[in-house]
């Protein structure tokens, strides 16, 4: 999560396993601190240390005032 300045003010990662050709849905609670314009980047990557991206990144903004 980044705040309206680029910065990173949020990181959290989950790890699960899935058979070719699954879904699954995913979620995370995260509680901002202060107003401001935020961005969440969602990434999906074949394993947790360097890996290859399995999906293109998501991005969604939200306004917490």
Not at 1 to 22: F, N, R, Y
Not at 40 to 65: A, C, R
């Amino acid at each position: 999560v980044k705040d309206s300045e680029g910065k990173i003010v949020h990181i959290s990662w989950q790890l699960t396993s899935l058979p070719p050709g699954d879904a699954t849905t995913i979620s995370h609670i995260w509680v901002p601190k202060m107003a401001d314009t935020y961005l969440v980047e969602t990434y999906v990557w074949d394993h947790f240390l360097g890996g290859l991206p399995l999906s293109e990144m998501k991005q969604k903004s939200t306004i917490v005032n």
